[in-house]
């Protein structure tokens, strides 16, 4: 049997995972995370509580808002780590977004290195260059950098 304390102070829990105290509270305000109270009022944090803040963390790195991370925590468990299967619905309802915005980043890239390289010496080959205002129907912003997706 594991002699681990189940419950973390907040400075266990920010040193195990690399989080800010201050964010710490912050998630919690939010209802990303939650803890139980001392009769010292001082926070105590349940160990699968570091699951959930590397999989805040991990989103927020590819760019989703914590409206959306949100929307996701509430589908998983809060009591326990979430289990394989958990994971995998979580996985299947994001993988469309996913798949968007690797497609733009990708698309950023290769676009942005291509004028790094040519020096934009030639305008009417540039793909950012957008003569006499042509694509401004596609709408606001530079349409052939976004995803395919989001352009149809």
């Given at each position: 049997m594991s002699k681990l304390?189940?419950?973390?102070?907040?400075?266990?829990?920010?040193?195990?995972?690399?989080v800010a105290q201050t964010a710490l509270r912050f998630y919690e305000d939010r209802g990303l995370i939650s803890s139980t109270r001392t009769t010292?009022?001082?926070?105590?944090?349940?160990?699968?509580?570091l699951r959930r803040l590397a999989f805040i963390r991990s989103a927020q790195r590819v760019g989703l808002s914590l409206e959306q991370i949100s929307e996701a925590l509430a589908t998983l468990p809060e009591d326990h780590a979430p289990t394989k299967a958990d994971w995998a619905r979580l996985s299947r309802r994001w993988?469309?977004?996913?798949?968007a915005r690797i497609d733009g980043l990708q698309r950023l890239r290769d676009r942005l290195t291509g004028c790094i390289g040519c020096g934009c010496l030639s305008l009417r080959t540039c793909t950012l260059h957008n003569a006499d205002d042509k694509l401004a129907e596609l709408g606001p912003g530079a349409p052939l950098l976004r995803p395919t997706a989001d352009r149809t």
């Open positions: 304390p189940k419950l973390l102070t907040i400075g266990e829990v920010s040193h195990r995972s690399g010292g009022n001082q926070r105590r944090y349940d160990r699968s509580v993988r469309d977004e996913l798949d």
